[in-house]
């Protein structure tokens, strides 16, 4: 794993937080986007090298939905930039941990994505994220 590439924060509203974080960050977000397969509004901001994506869910059987049902709003999970997802998922298996996308799939901001179950990282839900080539 490179570096952190981003911390997702579930939110009921992205136009509410967006205004919060522009507030906290003193920048506005610099992306929205949907990804509809997982019923997803995500709104990434900068602050330094770091990135913060917002996710708001749209429909309700969508797991940010389930996840703030259930927790609340709040940090949802972190994400690791890998750059052979594929041989990243391959290696976690072998050392014990569970993979919940075997295969990677499409995600926001022009990645490939993979989730580890948070029951095997301590209770934190783990994304791994490579970026797709243009």
């Known amino acids: 794993m490179n570096k952190i590439e981003h911390i997702g924060i579930a ?3 992205i136009e509410q937080s967006n205004t919060l974080f522009k ?29 913060i ?5 749209t429909k309700p059987d969508s797991p940010i939905a389930k996840f703030i049902e259930k927790k609340g709003e709040g940090i949802h999970h972190i994400a690791f930039a890998v750059d ?5 998922i391959q290696r976690l298996k072998n050392e014990g941990f569970t993979v919940l ?3 990677p799939k499409k995600g926001a901001d022009n990645k490939l994505v993979a989730f580890l ?8 839900l783990i994304e791994l994220c490579q970026d797709i080539p243009k």
């Open 101 to 103: 996308n075997e295969v």
């Open 117 to 124: 179950h948070p029951k095997t990282t301590n209770g934190v």
């Open 53 to 57: 994506e917002l996710l708001e869910a």
């Open 84 to 88: 052979d997802i594929e041989s990243e």
């Open 23 to 51: 507030a906290l960050l003193g920048e506005a977000h610099y992306k929205i986007e949907e990804v509809a397969s997982e019923g997803v509004k995500t709104s990434f901001f900068k602050s330094g090298p770091n990135k």
């Open 11 to 13: 939110v009921k509203s």
